[in-house]
């Protein structure tokens, strides 16, 4: 059906308390048309991708200000597609450097958004590029 | 029928019975998707409905209701976690409003239920009302259907935040829990109709907080007064004669309790005896879904886009007082055939 809202995880991977960034994240995707699925801080990689699988999304967005996202995130990317869910669009945000993104972008992460992205361009991003379900 | 409708039918019954055969083997990811067709009202979803009916009806519906942050999800997230000291599956739905504005939602109760993300026996779905007034979405009874034919035999239903007086849930829940916060308010609010009269069990939350256990007791005093009019009420409707339970979601003191009284009652309509027929609360239920469905699929015929003219011109008529909505009414029935009251 093509008027079904497009559902979307957002989740905060790891140890660091900053959510405001996710928050306004969900409540922009929210006013977007989006249906969000907010899971809140410090989420194991397991946590996530119970998440995601259970909720059926078709977007997985990561917020991650501590630094180890090269640890997590492959983690995660690795654990979305064991449990069959390869088809689910991941992208990432939060303070990730440059020099890290070629890498996250091999193990899955599709699109890292940096500092200074506006809201209309994750949700067009995520228009754009979220995979047909059947 | 055309051939491609038909063959679009065949496939999404195909695709219905894989997913359904996957998901009654425990497979949970075929079983998020099939809940996703039964969101999306798809004909795969309808089609793994009428087929997963006939194995539904075992599980014990707990509708958990009660004002925004009173501690709804805590509170389920606790007797989930009680329900697994014993190993029973349970399965969560929990139901946030969708934006009357953009359609779109947050959806945030599994912020409080994370810990079982590794128990393939505990499955948390969310829902968005999406436009479906009374606390639920207009899909979570045929998503409870799908939970309960998959071995979840108790399955808690969430409701949105409600104020006094959504309580769609009670009618299609087994039981009804209302969650009740401390400082809510004083005595004349528990006396008021609505949204507590409609509990099978009141549990007031944050019991660890100063004037919980005063909260409480003024509950108790006030729900169950009258009860010695109760016989010699005849015939009258009843009200309900809740127990009321104090729980803490920070340190776990009354869940035990409250699991415990959830189970009494499963028990005792188990035990009901078969000559009895379903029970009052499995025949509200029919009630709600047949009913749902025939006003689903009406509006669907009378919103046909060739119908699409004749709605706009009665609709310019209404609203320039030239006709009265009730014949307005009558005359878009018959459109599809259906003599009005005026006729």
Known sequence: MSDRPIKVLIAKPGLDGHDRGAKVLARGLRDEGFEVIYTGLRQ???????????????????????????TLLP???????????????????????DDDIPALEKVGVSRVFGPGTTIREVADYIRGNVRPRA | MSAAAARAVSAAAERAAALTRAARGGDRRALARL??????????????LRELYPQAGGAHLVGVTGAPGA???????????EARNDARPVAVLAV???????????????????????????FIRSMASRGHAGGLA????????VLDACGFGLVFIETVGTGQSEVEVASVADTTVVVQAPEMGDEVQAIKAGLLEVADLV???????????????QLRAMLTVGGQHDRAAGDRPRPKRPDVLLVSGLTGSGVAEVL?????????RDAAPPADGPSAAALARAEAQVGGLLAERVATRLHQPAQAPQWAEVLRAVAKHEVDPYSAADRLLATIGVPGEGA
């Open chain 2, 71 to 81: 501690g709804k999800s805590t509170l389920v997230a606790a007797l989930v976690s």
């Open chain 2, 203 to 217: 549990v007031v939350t944050k019991g660890d907080r100063p004037g919980a256990s005063r909260a409480a007791a």
């Open chain 2, 260 to 268: 415990a009284a959830l189970d009494r009652r499963a028990a005792a």
């Open chain 2, 35 to 48: 809940l996703t067709e039964v969101e999306n009202r798809t004909s795969a979803g309808e089609a793994a």
């Open chain 2, 96 to 122: 946030d409003p969708s934006s009357p504005i953009t359609g779109g939602a947050i959806l945030g109760d599994r912020v409080r239920m994370q810990l079982h993300a590794s128990d393939a026996d505990v």
């Open chain 1, 44 to 70: 194991t990689p397991e946590m996530v991708v119970s998440a995601a699988l259970q909720e059926d999304v078709d977007v997985v967005g990561l917020s991650i200000l501590s630094g180890a996202h090269m």
């Open chain 1, 75 to 97: 983690r995660i990317t690795d654990g979305l597609r064991k449990a069959g869910l390869d088809d689910v669009l991941v992208t990432a945000g939060g303070i990730i450097p």
């Open chain 2, 138 to 145: 207009g899909t979570t009874l045929g998503a409870a259907a």
